[in-house]
């Protein structure tokens, strides 16, 4: 087997790793926005009619406990009609200059797309593409083409739109990977700048892993979605070549394995480890996966489920609705 030849390991002492909900999105049965009291500047109201019922929904962007209790409160018919979730990596060093941080991003960014394999997670179609804005997409991996997102680019993984999906597969997860520096339409301050690597549930991922009514995020652990986050060591193996063929001509088979071995290794350091989901010969089986990195990425997710069981339990505890 061929050990995979990639960027180096950044070093990720120097990062702060994160994760946190980006939105969630209510369906509600019935309109009530002006008795919820929730901040405008991060909340969005859309009148929806569905199921002979004219209702709503409301989308909540970096919704915090007290916000989700008060939904829990005032809406407990409503049900979770999507949520995504991040993993930020943030370089920690605030005095550094801005260039010096935004190569740390980038780096750490390049590295995620040379290790990330979102495919063996429930809900997310193998398909990827790249975008520098609104109107713009481009191919990542074609049979002509062999690139990556550049630094001003976003990465796409998976289905946002099922219109493209496979109607003959499940598809309720997409992610997108890029460099952060707005949030909710605001520019944001130079240390605050990050690499952000996101996941999205539609209804029907909501549903598939129980999140269905506002009580149930309290209650949910997110490590359940480390699979989309999980991260591998692919190395390219040799081709299982029919031995009546490799016997028979053994060194014009050599010359071919060896040829489809290079073609494997030049698709893995120029597209990435999601590559694997077209490319048989990059090996990413259970033996292949970056332990330290995923162990890493599951305990930001444990902090999550951690820190909105506490803080709900805190504010119940002390009355504070």
């Given at each position: 087997m061929t050990p995979l030849a990639s960027l180096p390991e950044p070093n990720f002492d120097l990062f702060k790793i994160s994760c946190g909900i980006d939105f969630v999105r209510f369906f509600s049965p019935i309109s009530k926005s002006l008795a919820l009291h929730l901040p405008l500047s991060r909340i969005y109201y859309k009148p929806m009619h569905a199921h002979g019922h004219d209702g709503m929904l409301v989308t909540i962007h970096d919704p915090k406990v007290y916000d989700l209790i008060i939904v829990t409160r005032e809406l407990p018919a409503a049900v979770i009609d999507a949520i995504e979730v991040y993993c930020d990596f943030t370089p920690k060093d605030k005095t550094i200059p801005l260039k010096e941080r935004h190569d740390r991003i980038e780096d750490v960014r390049q590295w995620l797309i040379s290790h990330l394999l979102p495919w063996q997670a429930v809900g997310i179609q193998a398909a990827t593409r790249i975008s520098a804005g609104l109107g713009h997409s481009a191919p990542v991996y074609t049979d002509k083409i062999r690139t990556r997102a550049t630094a001003d680019e976003t990465m796409y993984f998976g289905h946002s739109d099922s219109k493209y999906a496979d109607p003959g597969k499940?598809?309720?997860a997409f992610m997108r990977l890029y460099k952060k520096v707005r949030d909710n339409g605001a520019a944001l301050l130079p240390a605050n700048h990050r690499c952000h690597l996101e996941v999205t549930l539609n209804q029907f991922g909501c549903k598939h892993f129980g999140l269905?009514?506002?009580?149930?995020?309290f209650d949910f652990d997110f490590r359940d979605l480390g699979e989309y986050f999980r991260l591998v060591k692919p190395?390219?193996?040799?081709?299982?070549?029919?031995?009546?063929?490799s016997a028979g001509h053994p060194r014009l088979s050599r010359f071919f394995d060896e040829r489809r071995m290079r073609a494997a290794a030049e698709t893995l350091i120029l597209v990435g480890s999601h590559a694997a989901?077209?490319?048989k010969l990059l090996n990413v089986d259970r033996l292949h996966r970056h332990a330290a990195g995923n162990k890493m990425i599951l305990k930001s997710l444990d902090d999550l489920s951690h820190r909105i069981e506490k803080r709900r339990n805190y504010v119940r505890e002390w009355g504070s609705f």
């Open positions: 499940p598809n309720f269905t009514y506002p009580e149930s995020i190395e390219v193996k040799r081709p299982a070549t029919p031995k009546r063929v989901s077209h490319e």
